[in-house]
């Protein structure tokens, strides 16, 4: 008997929740090489990586001068001149824009791979943000199976007990049941949880992508740090989200500066070249010579409308850029301020939970001191080992939300 309470004694302990806590930069060095993963996999991001240098060569493509034109013509009917009849016209022609157009393009080509270059850093900041939260979520979801598990393992003992007991008649075939019936409740919590687990994991491998069955080690236990920021979180003033906006105004100013260029007269220079052949019925001076005439061309956009209506569209686009800036911000700050109620909510509650647990385990010990002395009720037993996975659950899904909101901070303030 001496035995048996000894060891009820023992496994009792398994009523309070002991986290072995880690340290947060332990988990967050896994998370981190997870993130890591994802970003050097993830077809997005390739994608954006792609339209990116696509941007850039842009800026090969407008650094160029307009086609130049050669053109060649034959006499059908030879026009006579004096030194002979026409046979032959050769030309060529170059266009050139006005000075300083080929480097408005390239300013403005520049802009628009400036742009495209922060949506990469927008979907990275996203991609990390969803790592993140799915792995919490996992490790929520393994850090609540292991609890069940050991309240499994606790039940089998007052199972145990239960039947001794009922063989010296201080318990009942009620009280038996009863236990088996919370051990199947927890076996089917247990292997829901599972399932869940699973459908999870694959989530996280195609957040990573790779294959759907690699297993996704987490960290065994979090905690919520003891000191909070005492500084006010705020968006970041250059978060990606923002800055593309910003990136997006520029490409705008420099599209203008390019349509007053393309609004300035454009310089033309060729040369044609006729081929004369020599007259027969007559001997001249410089029979037969053939012509050679530089052009020089002008084109004035004398009817401009165009380009005052491209100047009036910039003008708009920006002030349409400025407002979705701003209502951006203000989407962004509210996120924030939300993300840091919950968090902060979180903490409570944990605060709370942990104070519950501790006025769990001074009910345990008076379940052991019952048991020592010959009298257990088996009903009390179960109401306190219900409660105990209550609160040890709750912790858990404190501490999941107060880090998937941290990582929401993380993603609008830093």
Do not use: C
Request: glycine fraction near 2%; proline fraction near 3%.
């Amino acid at each position: 008997m001496e035995g048996r309470k000894l060891s009820f004694k023992s496994l009792l302990v398994l009523f309070t929740l002991h986290f072995s806590f880690l340290t947060y930069n332990s988990s967050a060095q896994q998370l981190e090489s997870y993130i890591q993963v994802a970003e050097e996999n993830n077809p997005q991001i390739q994608s954006f990586n792609l339209k990116y240098e696509i941007a850039e060569e842009k800026i090969n493509e407008v650094n160029a001068y307009p086609d130049t034109e050669f053109g060649i013509g034959y006499f059908v009917s030879e026009p006579e001149t004096r030194t002979g009849p026409q046979k032959l016209r050769l030309s060529v022609r170059q266009m050139l824009p006005w000075f300083g157009t080929i480097t408005a393009r390239e300013n403005y080509a520049g802009s628009m791979a400036d742009a495209e270059y922060v949506e990469i850093a927008v979907a990275k900041r996203q991609l990390a943000l969803a790592v993140a939260q799915a792995y919490y979520r996992l490790y929520a979801n393994e850090a609540k199976q292991k609890i069940l598990q050991e309240n499994i393992e606790l039940l089998e003992t007052f199972h145990e007990l239960a039947l001794n007991s009922l063989e010296v008649g201080s318990a009942s075939a009620v009280d038996v049941l009863r236990l088996q019936m919370r051990q199947n409740d927890l076996a089917q919590q247990k292997e829901s949880l599972e399932q869940e687990f699973n459908a999870e994991e694959v989530l996280f491998n195609n957040l990573l992508n790779r294959e759907e069955n690699l297993s996704v080690k987490v960290v065994d236990s979090l905690f919520i740090p003891e000191t909070q920021p005492n500084e006010k979180e705020r968006v970041a003033e250059v978060h990606p989200e923002l800055l593309k906006f910003d990136k997006l105004y520029e490409s705008v100013v420099e599209a203008e500066k390019l349509n007053l260029k393309d609004a300035a007269p454009k310089l033309g220079f060729g040369v044609d070249y006729v081929s004369v052949a020599d007259r027969t019925d007559m001997a001249l001076a410089d029979n037969g010579k053939d012509i050679l005439m530089p052009m020089v061309s002008l084109s004035i956009p004398i009817f401009n409308s165009k380009y005052k209506s491209v100047t009036k569209q910039n003008e708009l686009r920006q002030k349409e850029l400025q407002a979705q800036k701003d209502q951006r911000l203000n989407l962004l700050q509210t996120r924030l301020e939300e993300a840091i109620s919950i968090r902060n909510s979180a903490r409570v509650t944990a605060n709370t939970f942990i104070e519950n647990l501790e006025q769990a385990k001074d009910a345990e010990e008076i379940l052991v001191r019952s048991y020592e002395t010959g009298t257990i009720d088996f009903n009390d037993v179960l109401e306190i080992q219900e409660l105990q996975l209550k609160f040890q659950t709750g912790l858990i899904e404190s501490v999941k939300n107060y880090y998937m909101q941290a990582a929401v901070i993380n993603y609008l303030s830093k």
